[in-house]
């Protein structure tokens, strides 16, 4: 299974992207999903999940208030709103379906990835 995210690109520090993930049929329906980002040389960190219902959301503190996520299940859809933007936010960003019906902090919970999109901040 391959999701699809797009919207990612370069923007100067104080700005906003959007990021959008798409999974295929209905492979997210029922899971979460999450979104996830790794810069170079970092591990891969987590930055945000959603329940399937959309009944909770988890954030990094790193992007607490700055980044939202929200999902439409009908169409198996995810955004990542991304506000007040920082050089620090520079990363390869990843989307993903969780195992289960809860989105989770751990990559390890997650079974499908998107190929990554890369989100540049200059200062």
């Known amino acids: 299974v391959q999701l699809q995210a797009s919207g990612g690109g370069l923007v100067q520090a104080g700005g906003s992207l959007r990021l959008s993930c798409a999974a295929p049929?209905?492979?997210?329906?029922?899971?979460?999903m999450g979104w996830f980002r790794q810069a170079p040389g970092k591990e891969r960190e987590f930055v945000a999940s959603?329940?399937?219902?959309?009944?909770?959301?988890k954030y990094a503190d790193s992007v607490k208030d700055r980044f939202y996520i929200a999902r439409d299940r009908a169409k198996s859809t995810m955004n990542l709103q991304m506000n007040s933007l920082k050089p620090e936010d520079t990363a390869t960003y990843y989307c993903?379906?969780?195992?289960?019906?809860?989105?989770?902090?751990?990559?390890?919970?997650?079974?499908?990835w998107g190929p990554g999109t890369q989100v540049t901040v200059s200062s």
């Open positions: 959603i329940d399937w219902n959309s009944a909770n959301t």
């Open positions: 049929g209905r492979t997210a329906s029922n899971n979460g």
């Open positions: 993903a379906v969780a195992l289960r019906a809860y989105g989770t902090t751990s990559a390890r919970d997650y079974r499908y």
